[in-house]
């Protein structure tokens, strides 16, 4: 019997390296993208493969169209597509709008929404029974930083991440009677490498006084939500985000 395959975008370290270890399961193959950290992805297919999993590690920036397509054509060799995790994303060093570099804004938006468009449009041609397929679950990774904006910080993130909550409803809608289901995630702040790529290594600590729990998330905390949301236990799930932020930023 074909396996399942589930691609899980950015999986070799964060939340994406969590989704992959919670999701490996017998009948099962997990994609782990990366973007150029070849180790830590390899690192965690050995992970699921010493709890007796089966993990391929693929490398391919999302950002880049050629890239996603070897991406999909690599998954498409191992069984059917049963999920995918819009999960590679980036931040950038901390910057007032008026000081943002076209460049910025260009990699910001490419990585960030383009990318996730791209996985998506691959994924719903495989899934969708419009196009002969046999349905098939999206999740998408949101920010708090869409609902507070982060002023002075990277408001280009916040937005990039508004534009992945608007994705999630639009999509789920229009692939809604073909079998996919499309949920969002909306993280706080989470405790991964991501905030020493801003440029504050310490941000977790620098915060966490001032979240509702006083503490930072963990990766797996938000990799169980997701787990969920892949799952049939959301089966009439479809077009939600959840924020998994330990209080940060829930009021609209
Ligand atoms: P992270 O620890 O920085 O890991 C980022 C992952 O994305 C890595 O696996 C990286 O691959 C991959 N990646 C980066 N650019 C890519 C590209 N162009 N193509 C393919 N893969 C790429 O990040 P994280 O904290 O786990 O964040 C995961 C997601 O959650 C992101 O979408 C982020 O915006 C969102 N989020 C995080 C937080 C938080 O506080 N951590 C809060 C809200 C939302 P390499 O290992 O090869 O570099």
Not at 92 to 121: H, K, P, W, Y
Not at 158 to 169: L, N, Q
Request: hydrophobic content about 45%.
């Amino acid at each position: 019997m074909s396996k399942d395959v589930y691609i899980i975008t950015g999986g070799s370290r964060g939340i994406g390296a969590s989704i992959c270890r919670k999701l490996a399961a017998p009948g099962r193959v997990i994609v782990v993208n990366y973007a150029g950290n070849e180790a830590a992805a390899a690192q965690t297919v050995a992970e699921i493969e010493a709890a007796g999993g089966t993990a391929v590690a693929v490398q391919g920036d999302v950002q880049n169209e050629a890239d996603v397509l070897h991406l999909f054509a690599e998954a498409d060799k191992l069984g059917r597509l049963a999920g995918l995790v819009n999960n590679a994303g980036v931040v950038d060093l901390s910057q007032r709008v008026d000081e943002m570099s076209l460049e910025r804004l260009t990699r910001m938006f490419s990585i960030n929404v383009i990318g996730a468009f791209l996985c998506a449009r691959e994924a719903v041609k495989r899934m969708s029974t419009k196009h002969g397929g046999s349905g098939g679950v999206i999740v998408n990774l949101g920010s708090a930083a869409s609902k507070i904006g982060s002023p002075g910080q990277y408001v280009d993130y916040a937005a990039s991440k508004g534009a992945i909550d608007t994705m999630t409803v639009g999509l789920a809608l229009e692939v809604a009677d073909e079998g996919i289901r499309v949920n969002g995630v909306r993280p706080g702040i989470i405790d991964t490498d991501i905030h020493a790529s801003g440029g504050i290594p310490d941000r977790v600590a620098q915060l966490q006084s001032r979240l509702p729990m006083k503490r930072a998330g963990s990766a797996d905390e938000v990799a169980d939500a997701i787990l969920w949301l892949l799952s049939d236990q959301s089966s009439y799930t479809t077009g939600a985000i959840l924020d998994v932020s330990g209080g940060r930023a829930i009021l609209p």
